[in-house]
């Protein structure tokens, strides 16, 4: 089975901090994407990667920046950590052009 | 720019009763199909997908959806539903881009009551 971990399941930061969020695939998938998700707006994407050291901006990527320094890698980055920047956040990778597979979810809280 | 609808936020449903979950699309090219669903505080799980050949496409779990190209619609069903299915259910498209992102819509909850 595919597997998908993040690093956390909970994590509360204070305004201003710098958030770490990793995620690691053991399939060898080529795409990995972060995602956000809030009540009543479903997912949307920050970033995604289809390639060690390759980005992309999604919809949504103020605030975010991302690391792929390795395949089976994908680091979200918060350089200044905001109150609106709470939510839960998805991690999950594919194969090109097929189903991605998520990991659990972060619910960062920034207070 | 490409879209994707659950025309309902919440269904509610009593148990062994039929479901349909609703998913319209806006494309003008082929597009890959699929249906996830997120138990409380966990990640996505993928319930089925429409890649391409039979328009109805069964997954797991008892549900199954059927594409409508003509209506540009990707509905999920099940004709007899349990307390577990309570979940929320989300609609993604794939716009056959080289990247695999997907669009999703804005996910529908599914309330099961006895």
């Known amino acids: 089975d595919v597997k998908v971990t993040q690093s956390s399941r909970y994590l509360v930061k204070r305004t201003g901090e710098k958030v770490f969020l990793e995620c690691v695939q053991d399939?060898?998938?080529?795409?990995m994407f972060w995602y956000r998700q809030d009540p009543g707006l479903g997912l949307r994407l920050i970033y995604f990667?289809?390639?060690?050291?390759?980005?992309e901006k999604g919809d949504i990527p103020e605030g975010y920046s991302v690391s792929r320094e390795k395949k089976e890698r994908f680091s979200l980055i918060l350089e200044s950590a905001s109150t609106n920047q709470t939510s839960m956040y998805l991690c999950?990778?594919?194969?090109?052009?097929?189903?991605?597979?998520f990991g659990p979810g972060t619910r960062l809280t920034v207070t | 720019a490409q879209s994707v609808t659950q025309l309902d936020s919440q269904v509610p449903v009593f148990e062994e009763a039929p479901v349909e979950l609703r998913c319209n699309y806006s494309?003008?090219?082929?597009?890959?199909l699929f249906w996830y669903v997120q138990y409380p505080n966990q990640g996505l799980q993928l319930l089925l997908k429409?890649?391409?050949?039979?328009?109805l496409v069964k997954g797991i779990n008892g549900f199954e959806a059927e594409f409508n190209k003509s209506q540009t619609s990707f509905h999920l069903r099940k004709p007899s539903v349990h307390i577990s299915d309570t979940a929320e259910y989300f609609c993604?498209?794939?716009?056959?881009?080289?990247?695999?992102?997907?669009?999703f819509g804005k996910g529908t909850m599914l309330l099961v009551s006895p």
């Open positions: 999950a990778s594919s194969r090109p052009r097929v189903e991605q597979y």
């Open positions: 399939m060898d998938h080529e795409n």
């Open positions: 990667s289809y390639d060690v050291k390759m980005k």
């Open positions: 494309s003008s090219v082929s597009v890959y």
């Open positions: 429409y890649l391409s050949g039979s328009t």
């Open positions: 993604a498209v794939n716009m056959n881009s080289g990247y695999s992102t997907l669009t």
